[in-house]
T-cell receptor, first 113, second 113 residues
Framework: DGGITQSPKYLFRKEGQNVTLSCEQN?????MYWYRQDPGQGLRLIYY???????QKGDIAEGYSVSREKKESFPLTVTSAQKNPTAFYLC????????????FGAGSRLTVL | EDKVVQSPLSLVVHEGDTVTLNCSYE??????LLWYKQEKKAPTFLFML????IEKKSGRLSSILDKKELFSILNITATQTGDSAIYLC?????????????FGKGTKLSVIP
């Protein structure tokens, strides 16, 4: 079955450490997205990528970095510069121009101790 | 100021009740409005609305859009405990050069037996 796989599901890290969240899709979708979800805040866009080797900042990109070396993969690194990294992170993808509905992964919950 | 505002932010009802969730928006070039249900992890797609006054229906759920007054409602009749979730409203704007959604903060619905 096609879908989006995020790993790990749960991650604990000490303050000051960089962490990388994985997102892999086998839907052959062109565009991929990273959202952050905090309680009572809805989903906020961190980064997105429409094609391989290209990505753009979203609304809250500071303290995060991404890469898009392969169509299937869009990893997110939460750097030590991110002041409040504890959150639920959702990866999503969409087929391409003209498509309207995002498909989401199951999310990764990051807790910084 | 938030572009997409959902109300109420949380709601507790008894099984069998009917609920109405609200989503108002203020964007420049509206293209579509989407509703998602998020139970524990990945949001799942419910409806996409693009035209005013046309009701979308799926079982006990229905939704309608008013483009003049800039809002949408999501109705759930004869609620069940399985309807307990966060309901997310998102708006797509046209002409951004890429597909992007702006999400509201969500409505947390709790259905008690």
């Amino acid at each position: 079955d096609g879908g989006i796989t995020q790993s790990p599901k749960y991650l604990f890290r000490k303050e000051g450490q960089n962490v990388t969240l994985s997102c892999e899709q086998n839907l052959n979708h062109d565009a991929m997205y990273w959202y952050r979800q905090d309680p009572g805040q809805g989903l906020r866009l961190i980064y997105y990528s429409q094609i391989v080797n290209d990505f753009q900042k979203g609304d809250i990109a500071e303290g995060y970095s991404v890469s898009r070396e392969k169509k299937e993969s869009f990893p997110l690194t939460v750097t030590s510069a991110q002041k409040n990294p504890t959150a639920f992170y959702l990866c999503a993808s969409i087929r391409g121009p003209g498509a309207n509905v995002l498909t989401f992964g199951a999310g990764s919950r990051l807790t910084v101790l | 100021e938030d572009k997409v505002v959902q109300s109420p932010l949380s709601l507790v009802v008894h099984e069998g009740d009917t609920v109405t969730l609200n989503c108002s928006y203020e964007v420049t070039n509206f293209r579509s409005l989407l509703w998602y249900k998020q139970e524990k992890k990945a949001p799942t797609f419910l409806f996409m609305l693009t035209s005013s006054g046309i009701e979308k229906k799926s079982g006990r759920l229905s939704s309608i859009l008013d483009k003049k007054e800039l809002f949408s409602i999501l109705n759930i009749t004869a609620t069940q405990t399985g309807d307990s979730a966060i309901y997310l409203c998102a708006v797509e704007e046209a002409g951004a050069g890429s597909y992007q959604l702006t999400f509201g903060k969500g409505t947390k619905l709790s259905v008690i037996p």
